[in-house]
């Protein structure tokens, strides 16, 4: 969990990290005024998407527990939101006409709830078991979705109603606020919206990863056993578990509700939590930072195959003969790289930057002692 | 009433088909410790190489190609990946599986398109008439066949030495080390039987009075996971009783949805789910599994 | 006045074996209380009944006023009991994590006082990783603190796995076999720091131990268990030259002995 670098010194560390930090905080800022749509919504996608990779990787990483339950979570959060937030006099479905952040973080909490109204389960079953079971979830969720159309809108999904913010719609406008003379519209508020995010649930998981809870629960996931003669009440700390990746599931619902702008039941499927276990097996099972990686690339990659296909080899577009698509093509490499991080790396990317890195600074010693010999020879 | 005993013995011939896949499931869970979530997979791929080939050399020979290949296809798996990781958190090992699913089912994909392969089952479309209800043959069979397995399973495990081997491997290493069987030579074993059986599951799952091979075979063959938790993961036994169960639940849920119109459309799909949950509620380790020694 | 831990009449069987049968031990407060015997006697089991890990089949558990066989474990180390395993049990972590696993029911911090970082939780945290930083001073680990634990010297995260029971602050403290598998010095190490630890404090210790010597320099009773029967029960001198000991140990071609895992 915890790896110490003895080549660099901690101030040094410190002092690097501060600076990639900012790096990348004003990267994130500068890039919705230079990015176009395509490269904007593809990064709302991989930042919902990292948002729950973050609260699975400390359910599968850290408590070692299998779920497929995320979308149950996130169509549950998505349906909460979109109904509260929905203004019942315009809509054809369910509104409560709620203020739309209001409507967010009940969202989230619903998603904790369905969390803790599933943690009979959880916390009485013990990974395997915990996984198969919530294979159902999936289905059900999708059953009711599909059937509850007064809330979910049925086959064909429902629109979200854009979020607002201190008296600010996050949805293109006539009139939208200018930032460095770039007008700012929907996909470009819904980024800082999701950077907002991303930044308080990177901070909150690893918070946890790293603390009391985080050892009860890395202890539960190495053995129960253990775990319970150390004093820790085992079901309480897999329920406990549970409910957290629920509402980071949530939080993702809403992202993602927001960010398509429209709900439709057959998004949440058993794909979707493959995807997801993808995403946090190749980032790096347990590491936050891992589980952010694995949601870009694993959310990002079909999007740009999509977009490039014409200038890729084997990849054609979705209904063209031929080739291979997209999705299919991201399902190859997920299954291929599941399999490889499995065998080889099950730290994942972020196992291979470590190494990476330590082998940069061996190297970077290496030339340090021989440039010494040479000025002392 | 002949509407409910027709509606039970569809559920049994269907449960069939789960059970046998169940049984593959249990086999490699009990040997292993590894639940193979591939397995919906080999299901599709047992169905997909019976109707590319029954064409060509016919359907008994394309079944008795089928049969092996899947089987050291599944064996194979186990071999040059699962068993590298032997010992490692069951898990890491399921995740394993999923890894290779997704691998294996994008080749199928790919194959398939939105193609349906016909196979030509030489019962074809005949119904068996019992008097008080009438079956498919493809069904029957199915179902006259998971009782050869079990006879034959619970032969091989009571009698054969490498039945004896299996189960001291599931139980005890070194017994079966004494044996002179290798842990890997026994697993990749189980993973064999089990593909057999899956690839057997497939070629009924395809038949009337479902259409051909489609992807959806792959999800349906899912429904054989809350046969194999209703029955216990590592009871034989279990795997047979769930799988019909669940076959009957299902096929009674669709019987009577104009009863169950409140649950909506489609409720008989995700009874099985529905089971398991009440299942695992009351009983966590299943109808027949066996229970965790220890209490936490 | 320390816990008091005592079984009553206790029976656990596997299927066809009778891991313990009709198994009585009473731990006196203060004491080193040895349990010992050939392999496969129960002992570990024993161990596994006493910490509530093992249901029993019949029989009483008793540990300060709790009903051991309907408490789960946790409860049981808040009541003051920890223990150490045959197998080193440690996982994944580097060895200031495993310790501070022991310290789990000495701190409060939960879910979301964690996720925040609260100054209390902070504050908290900071406590728990100096007297952690103590222990291993004291158990010659401090050296190793950022080390991953598995990848230790076996003796040392033998060591880990004491120093994790003795963060939890114990009055009962189980150890099944602290000395398997090290060599005489190591060996003679440890009986000296158990002792100190002992001394020092006032923590009851039971001990499963195969090494005789050890036994009768530490043990202020003895407990002797064969095929999970209890055969004698006494001073650890009385207990050595028991015939039915002799007879046991001899039967099972073994003196009392050293093991290796
Ligand atoms: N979980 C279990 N399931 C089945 N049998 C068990 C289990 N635990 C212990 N046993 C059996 O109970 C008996 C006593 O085992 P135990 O481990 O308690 O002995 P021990 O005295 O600790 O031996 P050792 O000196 O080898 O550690 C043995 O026959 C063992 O096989
Ligand atoms: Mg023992």
Same mark, same amino acid.
């Given at each position: 969990?915890?790896?110490?670098?003895?080549?660099?010194?901690?101030?040094?560390?410190?002092?690097?990290?501060?600076?990639?930090?900012?790096?990348?905080?004003?990267?994130?800022?500068?890039?919705?005024?230079?990015?176009?749509?395509?490269?904007?919504?593809?990064?709302?996608?991989?930042?919902?998407?990292?948002?729950?990779?973050?609260?699975?990787?400390?359910?599968?990483?850290?408590?070692?527990?299998?779920?497929?339950?995320?979308?149950?979570?996130?169509?549950?959060?998505?349906?909460?939101?979109?109904?509260?937030?929905?203004?019942?006099?315009?809509?054809?479905?369910?509104?409560?006409?709620?203020?739309?952040?209001?409507? &967010?973080?009940?969202?989230?909490?619903?998603?904790? $709830?369905?969390?803790?109204?599933?943690?009979?389960?959880?916390?009485?079953?013990?990974?395997?078991?915990?996984?198969? $079971?919530?294979?159902?979830?999936?289905?059900?969720?999708?059953?009711?979705?599909?059937?509850?159309?007064?809330?979910?809108?049925?086959?064909?999904?429902?629109?979200?109603?854009?979020?607002?913010?201190?008296?600010?719609?996050?949805?293109?406008?006539?009139?939208?606020?200018?930032?460095?003379?770039?007008?700012?519209?929907?996909?470009?508020?819904?980024?800082?919206?999701? &950077?907002?995010?991303?930044?308080?649930?990177?901070?909150?998981?690893?918070?946890?990863?790293?603390?009391?809870?985080?050892?009860?629960?890395?202890?539960?996931?190495?053995?129960?056993?253990?775990?319970?003669?150390?004093?820790?009440?085992?079901?309480?700390?897999?329920?406990?578990?549970?409910?957290?990746?629920?509402?980071? &599931?949530?939080? &993702?619902?809403?992202?993602? $509700?927001?960010?398509?702008?429209?709900?439709?039941?057959?998004?949440?499927?058993?794909?979707?939590?493959?995807?997801?276990?993808?995403?946090?097996?190749?980032?790096?099972?347990?590491?936050? $930072?891992?589980?952010?990686?694995?949601?870009?690339?694993?959310?990002?990659?079909?999007?740009?195959?999509?977009?490039?296909?014409?200038?890729?080899?084997?990849?054609?577009?979705?209904?063209?003969?031929?080739?291979?698509?997209?999705?299919?093509?991201?399902?190859?490499?997920?299954?291929?790289?599941?399999?490889?991080?499995?065998?080889?790396?099950?730290?994942?990317?972020?196992?291979?930057?470590?190494?990476?890195?330590?082998?940069?600074?061996?190297?970077?010693?290496?030339?340090?002692?021989?440039?010494?010999?040479?000025?002392?020879? | 009433?002949? %509407?409910?005993?027709?509606?039970?013995?569809?559920?049994?011939?269907?449960? *069939?088909?789960?059970?046998?896949?169940?049984?593959?499931?249990?086999?490699?869970?009990?040997?292993?410790?590894?639940?193979?979530?591939?397995?919906?997979?080999?299901?599709?791929?047992?169905?997909?190489?019976?109707?590319?080939?029954?064409?060509?050399?016919?359907?008994?020979? *394309?079944?008795?190609?089928?049969?092996?290949?899947?089987?050291?296809?599944?064996?194979?798996?186990?071999?040059?990946?699962?068993?590298?990781?032997?010992?490692?958190?069951?898990?890491?090992?399921? @995740?394993?599986?999923?890894?290779?699913?997704?691998?294996?089912?994008?080749?199928?994909?790919?194959?398939?398109?939105?193609?349906?392969?016909?196979?030509? %089952?030489?019962?074809?479309?005949? #119904?068996?008439?019992?008097?008080?209800?009438?079956?498919?043959?493809?069904?029957?069979? *199915?179902?006259?066949? +998971?009782?050869? +397995?079990?006879?034959?399973?619970?032969? @091989?495990?009571?009698?054969?030495?490498?039945?004896?081997?299996? #189960?001291? +491997?599931?139980?005890?290493?070194?017994?079966?080390?004494?044996?002179?069987?290798?842990?890997?030579?026994?697993?990749?074993?189980?993973?064999?039987?089990?593909?057999?059986?899956?690839?057997?599951?497939?070629?009924?799952?395809?038949?009337?009075?479902?259409?051909?091979?489609?992807?959806?075979?792959?999800?349906?063959?899912? #429904?054989?996971?809350?046969?194999?938790?209703?029955?216990?993961?590592?009871?034989?036994?279990?795997?047979?009783?769930?799988?019909?169960?669940?076959?009957?639940?299902?096929?009674?849920?669709?019987?009577?949805?104009?009863?169950?119109?409140?649950?909506?459309?489609?409720? *008989?799909?995700?009874?099985?789910?529905?089971?398991?949950?009440? +299942?695992?509620?009351?009983?966590?380790?299943?109808?027949?599994?066996?229970?965790?020694?220890?209490?936490? | 006045?320390?816990?008091?831990?005592?079984?009553?009449?206790?029976?656990?069987?596997?299927?066809?074996?009778?891991?313990?049968?009709?198994?009585?031990?009473?731990?006196?407060?203060?004491?080193?209380?040895?349990?010992? =015997?050939?392999?496969?006697?129960?002992?570990?089991?024993?161990?596994?009944?006493?910490? =509530?890990?093992?249901?029993?089949?019949?029989?009483?558990?008793?540990?300060?006023?709790?009903?051991?066989?309907?408490?789960?474990?946790?409860?049981?180390?808040?009541?003051?009991?920890?223990?150490?395993?045959?197998?080193?049990?440690?996982?994944?972590?580097?060895?200031?994590?495993?310790?501070?696993? =022991?310290?789990?029911?000495?701190?409060?911090?939960?879910?979301?006082?964690?996720?925040?970082?609260?100054?209390?939780?902070?504050?908290?945290?900071?406590?728990?990783?100096?007297?952690?930083?103590?222990?291993?001073?004291?158990?010659?680990?401090?050296?190793?603190?950022?080390?991953?634990?598995?990848?230790?010297?076996?003796?040392?995260?033998?060591?880990?796995?004491?120093?994790?029971?003795?963060?939890?602050?114990?009055?009962?403290?189980?150890?099944?076999?602290?000395?398997?598998?090290?060599?005489?010095?190591?060996?003679?190490?440890?009986?000296?720091?158990?002792?100190?630890?002992?001394?020092? =404090?006032?923590?009851?210790?039971?001990?499963?131990?195969?090494?005789?010597?050890?036994?009768?320099?530490?043990?202020?009773?003895?407990?002797?268990?064969?095929?999970?029967?209890?055969?004698?029960?006494?001073?650890?001198?009385?207990?050595?030259?028991?015939?039915?000991?002799?007879?046991?140990?001899?039967?099972?071609?073994?003196?009392?002995?050293?093991?290796?895992?």
């Amino acid at each position: 969990m915890t790896t110490i670098d003895q080549t660099t010194s901690r101030p040094t560390q410190a002092v690097i990290r501060g600076v990639a930090l900012a790096l990348i905080g004003v990267a994130v800022c500068v890039a919705p005024l230079y990015l176009d749509t395509f490269w904007l919504r593809t990064g709302l996608t991989v930042a919902s998407a990292a948002v729950g990779a973050i609260g699975l990787t400390i359910l599968v990483g850290t408590t070692g527990q299998l779920s497929f339950a995320h979308p149950f979570l996130m169509a549950g959060a998505a349906v909460t939101y979109v109904t509260l937030a929905d203004n019942p006099v315009n809509t054809a479905h369910l509104g409560l006409g709620l203020p739309p952040a209001a409507a &967010a973080v009940l969202a989230i909490f619903a998603a904790g $709830a369905l969390g803790l109204a599933a943690s009979p389960l959880a916390s009485r079953l013990s990974g395997i078991y915990l996984g198969i $079971a919530t294979l159902s979830l999936v289905f059900i969720g999708q059953h009711i979705l599909e059937n509850w159309t007064a809330a979910s809108g049925g086959f064909f999904g429902r629109p979200v109603p854009p979020m607002s913010l201190f008296g600010l719609s996050l949805a293109d406008s006539p009139t939208p606020p200018v930032l460095l003379g770039v007008p700012l519209q929907r996909e470009e508020l819904l980024w800082y919206l999701s &950077a907002a995010v991303i930044v308080v649930a990177w901070i909150a998981g690893r918070n946890v990863v790293h603390s009391r809870v985080g050892r009860s629960l890395a202890a539960v996931r190495d053995s129960e056993v253990l775990a319970a003669t150390n004093g820790v009440n085992v079901r309480s700390a897999k329920r406990g578990a549970y409910i957290a990746s629920s509402m980071f &599931a949530g939080a &993702a619902g809403v992202l993602f $509700a927001l960010t398509t702008g429209s709900v439709a039941p057959e998004t949440f499927n058993l794909g979707l939590a493959i995807s997801f276990l993808a995403m946090v097996v190749v980032g790096g099972l347990g590491s936050v $930072a891992g589980a952010c990686m694995g949601a870009a690339f694993i959310a990002g990659l079909p999007l740009l195959l999509q977009e490039f296909s014409d200038q890729l080899p084997l990849i054609v577009q979705t209904g063209e003969a031929g080739g291979m698509q997209a999705s299919t093509a991201t399902s190859y490499l997920a299954g291929a790289l599941i399999v490889l991080c499995m065998l080889f790396e099950p730290r994942g990317l972020v196992g291979l930057a470590t190494r990476g890195r330590s082998l940069a600074t061996r190297a970077l010693r290496r030339t340090r002692i021989l440039t010494s010999r040479a000025t002392h020879n | 009433m002949s %509407h409910l005993t027709s509606l039970l013995l569809n559920g049994l011939s269907t449960g *069939a088909v789960y059970a046998l896949i169940a049984l593959g499931l249990v086999l490699i869970y009990k040997c292993s410790q590894v639940v193979s979530f591939t397995h919906g997979t080999l299901v599709l791929l047992g169905a997909y190489l019976v109707g590319t080939m029954d064409d060509a050399s016919g359907f008994i020979v *394309a079944l008795l190609i089928a049969v092996p290949v899947a089987a050291g296809f599944a064996g194979s798996i186990n071999l040059t990946l699962l068993s590298r990781r032997a010992g490692a958190p069951p898990v890491s090992l399921a @995740i394993l599986t999923i890894g290779i699913d997704l691998v294996v089912l994008s080749v199928l994909t790919q194959q398939l398109g939105s193609n349906v392969l016909n196979i030509s %089952h030489p019962w074809g479309e005949t #119904r068996w008439d019992l008097g008080v209800a009438s079956m498919s043959a493809n069904r029957g069979i *199915a179902l006259l066949m +998971v009782a050869a +397995v079990a006879v034959s399973l619970y032969l @091989i495990f009571t009698r054969s030495p490498w039945g004896l081997a299996m #189960r001291a +491997v599931s139980e005890d290493t070194e017994a079966a080390a004494l044996m002179g069987l290798s842990r890997t030579t026994i697993t990749t074993l189980s993973w064999a039987t089990a593909g057999a059986l899956a690839c057997i599951a497939g070629m009924f799952m395809a038949g009337p009075p479902t259409p051909g091979v489609t992807t959806t075979v792959a999800v349906v063959a899912l #429904r054989a996971f809350p046969a194999l938790i209703i029955g216990g993961l590592d009871s034989l036994r279990g795997a047979i009783v769930g799988g019909l169960l669940i076959g009957v639940a299902e096929s009674l849920a669709a019987g009577y949805q104009h009863e169950l119109q409140f649950m909506g459309s489609g409720f *008989a799909e995700i009874v099985p789910f529905l089971l398991m949950l009440g +299942v695992l509620v009351a009983r966590p380790s299943g109808l027949f599994g066996s229970r965790e020694m220890t209490r936490v | 006045m320390n816990a008091q831990l005592r079984a009553e009449q206790v029976t656990v069987s596997f299927g066809a074996v009778k891991a313990l049968d009709d198994v009585s031990i009473s731990v006196s407060p203060g004491g080193i209380h040895a349990v010992i =015997g050939p392999n496969g006697a129960g002992k570990s089991t024993l161990f596994n009944v006493l910490s =509530g890990v093992y249901p029993v089949t019949s029989g009483t558990v008793v540990f300060a006023d709790l009903d051991v066989t309907k408490s789960r474990p946790h409860k049981l180390v808040r009541a003051g009991l920890a223990r150490t395993y045959q197998n080193i049990v440690l996982g994944h972590v580097t060895v200031e994590e495993a310790i501070l696993l =022991g310290r789990h029911h000495l701190t409060r911090a939960g879910f979301l006082r964690c996720a925040l970082r609260t100054p209390g939780a902070r504050a908290e945290a900071k406590a728990a990783r100096q007297s952690v930083h103590h222990l291993a001073e004291m158990l010659g680990l401090a050296d190793s603190l950022h080390r991953i634990a598995t990848e230790l010297p076996y003796g040392d995260q033998k060591r880990v796995e004491l120093a994790r029971a003795l963060a939890a602050e114990p009055e009962v403290l189980l150890l099944d076999e602290p000395v398997a598998g090290m060599n005489g010095h190591e060996k003679d190490e440890m009986t000296e720091l158990l002792a100190t630890i002992h001394a020092r =404090g006032d923590t009851t210790m039971v001990l499963v131990e195969h090494d005789m010597r050890m036994v009768l320099s530490l043990a202020t009773h003895c407990t002797v268990l064969d095929f999970g029967r209890v055969i004698a029960d006494g001073s650890p001198a009385y207990v050595a030259s028991h015939p039915e000991v002799l007879r046991a140990y001899l039967g099972s071609a073994h003196a009392p002995r050293e093991v290796t895992p």
